[in-house]
């Protein structure tokens, strides 16, 4: 099991540009979610999926958009990039029943200039 | 979800035992207590969750007071490797894990 896998691992983009960060897992975990971290600050949640075709925002939605067409993919959109949205990505899934823990991947580090 | 409280930062001397307070003082009588931690900006790894009873698995011992206000993380034994930052969430069990919320957790560091 390769677990949760985030693609790219670096990306530099400038103001304006559109991009897509991916996310896959291989678990068949129903949720899966999209979180940024800032420097030295905790993990906030953008959007999250609770299974293929059904997305919600999480706390800071604004300027990324979400699809869920598999189980297994979960990629998160950057329309028009920021120098704001400069920070982390996180992609974590975990199974729909009980107390299922959350599973990360490594991250993908974004700046925007 | 219950909001947590948790100290910005720790120090632990190597080979000892390091306690890592929570504060749940609203938590409800289905949330979980969760414990993640993430090293040196990687992903946010999983170390153990409970409910009411202590609990303790190969990584770590969780301890939840009685009134379920406040929990204790222990690392029985600490090591160099074991810095990083401690997350202690709560959740209402068997929701969407993905909802959950991430404070700013606590910066353990273990010192030689």
């Known amino acids: 099991n390769a677990g949760v896998t985030q693609t790219p691992k670096f990306q530099v983009l400038k103001t304006g540009q559109s991009m897509t960060l991916q996310c896959a897992q291989d678990m068949n975990h129903e949720y899966m979610s999209w979180y940024r971290q800032d420097p030295g600050m905790g993990l906030r949640l953008i959007h999250y999926s609770v299974g293929a075709g059904i997305t919600d925002q999480g706390e800071v939605p604004n300027g990324y958009n979400v699809s869920r067409s598999t189980t297994e993919d979960f990629p998160l959109r950057l329309l028009s990039a920021a120098p704001s949205q400069t920070s982390v990505y996180f992609c974590?899934?975990?199974w729909g029943q009980g107390n299922s823990p959350l599973h990360f991947g490594n991250g993908t580090r974004l700046t925007v200039t | 979800d219950a909001k947590t409280t948790q100290p910005t930062s720790m120090d632990c001397a190597e080979g000892r035992a390091a306690n890592l307070p929570c504060n749940h003082s609203t938590i409800s009588g289905n949330e979980y207590v969760y414990w993640y931690r993430q090293i040196h900006s990687q992903g946010p790894q999983y170390i153990i969750h409970g409910l009411k009873n202590n609990e303790t698995n190969e990584m770590a011992s969780l301890i939840i007071t009685e009134d379920r206000k406040s929990s204790t993380l222990i690392l029985p034994h600490a090591t160099l490797r074991d810095t990083a930052v401690y997350y202690c969430?709560?959740?209402?069990?068997?929701?969407?894990?993905?909802?959950?919320?991430f404070g700013d957790g606590t910066t353990l560091t273990v010192k030689p």
């Open positions: 974590a899934s975990s």
């Open positions: 969430i709560v959740r209402v069990f068997n929701t969407n894990a993905g909802k959950s919320t």
